[in-house]
């Protein structure tokens, strides 16, 4: 069973893989990835800070929109694993 991250770790773990996911998409700076994203740079900002009391927490309900603009999947974002195929139906 894996091991359960608290969330304070979970918060700067993804903080990470967002930066890296924006960073590999060709978004240097944050002001033109929270443009695309369609929120205010300083809370995006906020987003990607590994200070437990600095960071703020991302809303999921821009994972979606996140994914189109990196190309990364949910699952990795949220995960640090690769994504998973869809499961097979039977």
Do not use: C
Not at 60 to 86: A, I, N
Request: charged content about 30%.
């Amino acid at each position: 069973m894996p091991k359960r991250l608290t969330d304070k770790k979970f918060q700067i773990e993804f903080a990470i893989r967002l930066r890296q996911a924006r960073l590999s998409a060709g978004y240097k700076r944050i002001p033109e990835f929270a443009r695309a994203l369609g929120v205010e740079q300083n809370s995006y900002r906020r987003y990607e800070l590994t200070d437990p009391k600095e960071t703020r927490i991302f809303p999921l309900g821009l994972l979606p929109r996140v994914v189109e603009l990196t190309g990364h999947g949910s699952w990795y974002l949220l995960t640090g694993q690769p994504d998973r195929k869809e499961p097979s139906k039977m």
